[in-house]
């Protein structure tokens, strides 16, 4: 675990808990480097000043906030920085919610959150009242300049942090117009699709899912560093309308002995206990 | 409506149903463009050669990638469209999970998948879908390919929608080992702690209601534009102080629900300060 991004307090009530935090995912994407196909050479962003047709150096940037047609507001980094508010490190939970009522759509990043210097007593505390009463704590945390409202909760062992999304940026379902059938579905088809669900039915095991894309591109990458050329396979065809009763029916003939759920596009094997579980285990 | 990001077909067993993919997050932030600060003219950003020092054409750009030795491997556009997945216009729906089994830490970005036949068939699969999961509670895996990348995705269903969040694979998620939590049995709560504590949660706890809380800092941030717009100067709030570590854990808790009780809540922050002057 990398060293953490961020160190604070939290409160609630009158109780104080110094935290650190850490980021809880990482990107595992293969990343390149534009480059230049003639010769290789990496391609630079250079900043040109539309009026004097020059570049510009970083420190002569300023951000402009356009107000009509071509007419901007400029404003420097640190009139923009000053609209975060007070830097106070501190993160105030303000109230607390039954954790079964956020939908986790609202979540957007996750943070694992340790105990500062002096903040393991509170920190446990805090997590053991967080999972028994089943709640999440909601506050405001400035992170980057940035003012987020987070949720803090228990997950496993640990305190964990979620920038959430404010309501007026989620998309209302009620707004996509979905076209009505002219029947709903009958109850035959949702039994049978009942039966599908059931038989396709199986616990999330995290680890049996493979980034398969990013391997075949690692692949290629080898495969090119040797002095190889890739084949290049034919794209596939969709199929088209159906009658959803008999594709209902014919699936469930071919579920009925293909086995639960398979991750049937790597194989991978289901034996591997989830990363989550291991670690509580390691710790007690 | 929003703009379709992508469009190909849920495929459930033997069922396809034709459907696009459509954001389910509003970006509503305050976009700021580069300008000189000089003479206040918009910036724009070229693409230039580092090794012939001018600008490059967008057709003339490939891809390098770094090996750990230094060396670069060149990859055209060609070639990595040869190794994406076959299936590119389908979504693949290999499992059905209980929804309360998938942490949310897992989850990317949220879309919503709307029926993209023209059929009368295909709404009633879709609305099929729907009905199903809400009954069951369930959501279904599955894989898909936007964009030249591979995504897992978990497809759900919500207020009469079906929904579809892109998630992370399992080795992108940070194992905590070295997460101090504080689990060693020293640090255990008494349950006198433990009871005080939750006493004090249930005393501040409400029903989650999304549209009381505001993004104060787009609405800080308009202020900031309007202010320099009219000429005004900005200031940088001051920077607060951290309160510090109570010695006493059970005296901050006893304390608090008496204040609760009192009805004295508001204001946590000057009470530690006061206390902590005293």
């Known amino acids: 675990m990398p060293r953490s991004i961020w160190n604070g307090t939290i409160t609630f009530g009158l109780t104080v808990l110094p935290i650190k935090v850490h980021s809880a995912v990482e990107d595992h994407g293969v990343h390149f480097h534009q480059v230049h196909a003639k010769d290789g050479a990496r391609i630079k962003q250079v900043r040109i000043c539309s009026k004097e047709d020059k570049e510009v150096p970083y420190k002569q940037v300023a951000k402009g906030y356009e107000v009509r047609g071509g007419a901007y507001v400029m404003l420097t980094q640190d009139e923009i920085d000053a609209a975060a508010g007070e830097q106070s490190h501190l993160i105030e939970l303000e109230e607390f919610v039954r954790a079964e009522e956020i939908d986790p759509v609202v979540y957007d990043h996750t943070y694992y959150l340790g105990a500062g210097e002096d903040g393991e007593d509170a920190y446990r505390l805090l997590h053991d009242a967080l999972a028994r009463a089943e709640r999440v704590g909601i506050g405001r945390w400035t992170f980057h300049n940035r003012e987020y409202l987070v949720a803090v909760r228990a997950l496993d062992a640990m305190l964990a942090l979620h920038t959430m999304r404010f309501a007026e940026e989620l998309v209302d379902a009620d707004s996509l117009d979905l076209p009505a059938p002219s029947r709903k579905p009958t109850k035959r088809e949702v039994e049978m699709a009942g039966t599908l669900v059931e038989s396709l039915h199986d616990g999330f095991t995290p680890a049996s899912f493979h980034d398969d894309y990013r391997e075949r591109v690692l692949e290629l990458i080898k495969a090119k560093a040797r002095g190889e050329e890739p084949d290049l396979p034919e794209p596939a065809e969709e199929a088209g309308g159906m009658d959803l009763a008999a594709a209902l029916e014919a699936s469930l003939g071919t579920s009925a002995n293909g086995g639960k759920g398979k991750d049937t596009q790597s194989g991978g094997k289901r034996t591997s206990p989830r990363p989550r579980k291991r670690t509580s285990k390691a710790k007690s | ?278």
């Open chain 2, 1 to 278: 409506m929003a703009r379709s990001l992508w469009t190909g077909s849920l495929s459930f067993g033997l069922v396809n149903v034709p459907v696009s993919l459509v954001t389910a997050v509003r970006d509503l932030d305050l976009h700021f463009r580069q300008l000189h600060e000089k003479d206040g003219a918009p910036i724009e950003v070229q693409r230039w050669c580092a090794n012939e020092n001018h600008e490059v054409a967008f057709e003339e750009i490939t891809h390098g990638y770094e090996l750990d030795d230094g060396d670069q491997v060149i990859v055209s556009d060609l070639e990595l469209q040869a190794v994406e997945p076959r299936r590119t216009r389908t979504i693949d729906i290999g499992q059905f999970v209980d929804l309360a089994d998938v942490d949310p830490i897992y989850f990317v970005h949220p879309y919503f998948l709307v029926p993209a036949g023209e059929d009368d068939g295909s709404a009633r699969a879709y609305r099929l879908l729907c009905e199903v999961m809400s009954r069951t509670e369930r959501a279904a895996l599955g894989r898909f390919v936007m964009r030249a990348k591979e995504y897992l995705a978990i497809v759900g269903e919500r207020d009469g929608a079906l929904t579809l969040t892109t998630m992370r694979f399992a080795d992108e998620v940070r194992d905590p080992k070295d997460v101090d939590a504080a689990t060693q049995k020293t640090h255990k709560p008494t349950r006198k702690q433990l009871d005080a504590a939750v006493a004090v949660i249930e005393e501040l706890t409400c029903e989650w209601l999304p549209d009381k809380h505001k993004d104060r800092y787009r609405a800080r941030l308009k202020h900031v534009v309007d202010r320099k717009r009219k000429g005004k100067t900005i200031k940088a709030p001051a920077n607060a102080g951290q309160p510090e570590p109570a010695a006493d854990l059970m005296a901050a808790l006893e304390q608090t629900l008496e204040e609760l009780s009192a009805g004295r809540s508001g204001r946590w922050s000057e009470k530690r300060t006061a206390e902590t002057a005293s």
